[in-house]
Nanobody, 114 residues
């Protein structure tokens, strides 16, 4: 089993920054991908960014140039640095770990509002 615990969400003004962190515990294989997804009210969950064990990254077009994903394989953590936040970034953000099945964290709320 794998447990994912997110932290770092909150309320921020447009143009501001937040950093999300996710700690994974249990049977973790660093070869597997980790990442972040988000779900806004009334919308489907969507990919934000993923990162492979070797550091290859993939971003949604809407966040390219503003968000940066990173991971620490030794600590089993993945982080998401979010800069120049916009109101449309408001959502619950979920940490993701991919193995023979998908694992999700409980989610952390990010609200971008003035």
């Amino acid at each position: 089993q794998v447990q994912l615990v997110e932290s770092g969400g909150g309320l921020v003004q447009p143009g501001g920054s937040l950093r999300l962190s996710c700690a994974a515990s249990g049977t973790i294989f660093s070869i597997n991908a980790m990442g972040w997804y988000r779900q806004a009210p009334g919308k489907q969950r969507e990919l934000v960014a993923t990162i492979s064990s070797g550091g290859s990254t993939n971003y949604a077009d809407s966040v390219k140039g503003r968000f940066t994903i990173s991971r620490d394989n030794a600590k089993n953590t993945v982080s998401l640095q979010m800069n120049n936040l916009k109101p449309e970034d408001t959502a619950v953000y979920y940490c993701y770990y991919g193995d023979v099945r998908d694992y999700w964290g409980q989610g952390t709320q990010v609200t971008v509002s003035s």
